[in-house]
């Protein structure tokens, strides 16, 4: 059974910086994608951030701001938060895609952490 637990998370304040990682308890055979994922209190989950070997797409919203990377072979994934707003406060998600040799797809989910960004 895969479980991803998500680190770094917190209370900062405007302007401030967060690095939130993202560890798999076993390495994710056939994993092609991580992300990451945002739900702030009454709105939807919003996908944030997405990497694959062939490259990395950001939401408008932090773009500029947020850097994904991933290592596929330890089976992480890092979210370095720059200039943080109050609107980025939320509950993030660790996500992860494999393909098996079947063709069958899996998709992981860590059990989310908090950040909050205080004005």
């Known amino acids: 059974q895969v479980q991803l637990v998500e680190s770094g998370g917190g209370l900062v304040q405007t302007g401030g910086s967060l690095r939130l990682s993202c560890v798999s308890s076993?390495?994710?055979?056939?994993?092609?994608?991580m992300a990451w994922y945002r739900q702030a209190p009454g709105k939807q989950r919003e996908l944030v951030a997405h990497?694959?070997?062939?490259?990395?797409t950001y939401a408008d919203s932090v773009k500029g701001r947020f850097t994904i990377s991933a290592d596929n072979s330890k089976s992480t994934a890092y979210l370095q938060m720059n200039a943080l707003k109050p609107e980025d406060t939320a509950v993030y998600y660790c996500?992860?895609?494999?393909?098996?040799?079947?063709?069958?797809?899996?998709?992981?989910w860590g059990q989310g952490i908090q950040v909050t960004v205080s004005s």
């Open positions: 990497t694959t070997t062939a490259g990395s």
């Open positions: 996500n992860a895609e494999s393909m098996d040799h079947e063709g069958v797809e899996y998709n992981y």
């Open positions: 076993r390495k994710i055979f056939g994993l092609y994608a």
